[in-house]
């Protein structure tokens, strides 16, 4: 209840919470083929009755990650050429798909298909690319690496100014990308095992953390400014999948699968 959470309202008011499932249909989930042979093609849904699609060139990808409003998406494509695979890590205009920045340089190229996560900020300033066990965070204007370092599961603050990582020591550090400042949350959980999106304000992340005692995970909300946490929903004995936040009018039924234009 409110009374007994003091974040529980406002989150609820706020957005929904949607757990990604393997058990989706696969057909109308594989909105992003693994060289699968079919055109390499990227979904966005805009409403319950509103999915546009866009041709992409490139043979499949290894890696994808949109801006609000869908202005900016960054992308790990691969072109065959003969037998090779050649890796490219971008970020393109959603409207026009033209190529804005092309920052293949600043990671080693042959690492690119090993990129697990790859999130870009709100505004489209900041990318971070994750190769376990590192991750890099890179500014897109000057194509300048800020941040190099040992940890998983980087998160973007929707303004590209902090970003939250599970350090090797199993803690969820926030850093300040321009200060450099660093603040260690949910310290009193025995670890965090990984972290999803923050909330489009950036006030709140979500976090997975084991139970104590327990031997399940749970899936909380922080609110990165105080260190309080809601819980949202309890993942079992194992957790993982991927958690975003979700406007109320997305969570319909999706269109036909017909016109997802498969």
Same mark, same amino acid.
């Given at each position: 209840s409110a009374a007994q959470n003091p974040l529980s309202t406002g989150m609820r008011e706020l957005l929904l919470v949607l757990r990604i499932c393997q058990q989706l249909n696969q057909k109308r989930s594989s909105h992003w083929p693994f060289g699968t042979g079919a055109p390499l093609q990227v979904f966005i849904m805009n409403?319950?009755?509103?999915?546009?699609?866009?041709?992409?060139?490139?043979?499949?990808?290894?890696?994808?990650?949109i801006s609000s409003r869908a202005e900016h998406l960054a992308l790990v494509v691969a072109n065959l050429d003969r037998n090779s695979v050649l890796w490219r890590l971008i970020v393109l205009r959603a409207d026009t798909l033209?190529?804005?920045? &092309?920052? !293949?340089? /600043?990671?080693?190229?042959?690492?690119?298909?090993?990129v697990s996560r790859l999130r870009i900020s709100g505004t489209g300033n900041r990318l971070a690319v994750e190769i376990p066990p590192r991750f890099v965070v890179i500014d897109l204007p000057s194509h300048k690496v800020l941040m190099e370092e040992q940890g998983r599961f980087p998160a973007l603050s929707p303004d590209g100014e902090s970003l939250a990582f599970v350090d090797d020591r199993k803690r969820l550090v926030v850093v300040n990308l321009a200060t450099g400042a660093r603040r260690t949350?949910?310290?009193?959980?025995?670890?965090?095992?990984?972290?999803?999106a923050?909330?489009? &304000?950036? !006030?709140? /992340?979500l976090a997975n953390v084991p139970r104590p005692l327990r031997f399940s995970v749970i899936l909380v909300a922080v609110e990165c400014a105080t260190d309080r946490y809601a819980e949202v929903?309890?993942?079992?004995?194992?957790?993982?999948?991927?958690?975003?936040?979700?406007?109320?009018?997305?969570?319909?039924?999706?269109?036909p699968y017909g016109v997802l234009g498969h």
């Open positions: 409403g319950p009755q509103s999915v546009r699609s866009l041709n992409l060139k490139g043979s499949f990808g290894g890696g994808l990650a033209e190529v804005e920045h &092309d920052v !293949t340089d /600043l990671v080693s190229r042959s690492e690119l298909g090993q949350l949910l310290s009193g959980w025995l670890g965090v095992l990984s972290i999803g923050w909330s489009p &304000d950036g !006030t709140y /992340l929903m309890p993942l079992g004995e194992i957790g993982g999948g991927s958690y975003v936040w979700v406007k109320r009018e997305l969570l319909q039924p999706l269109p």
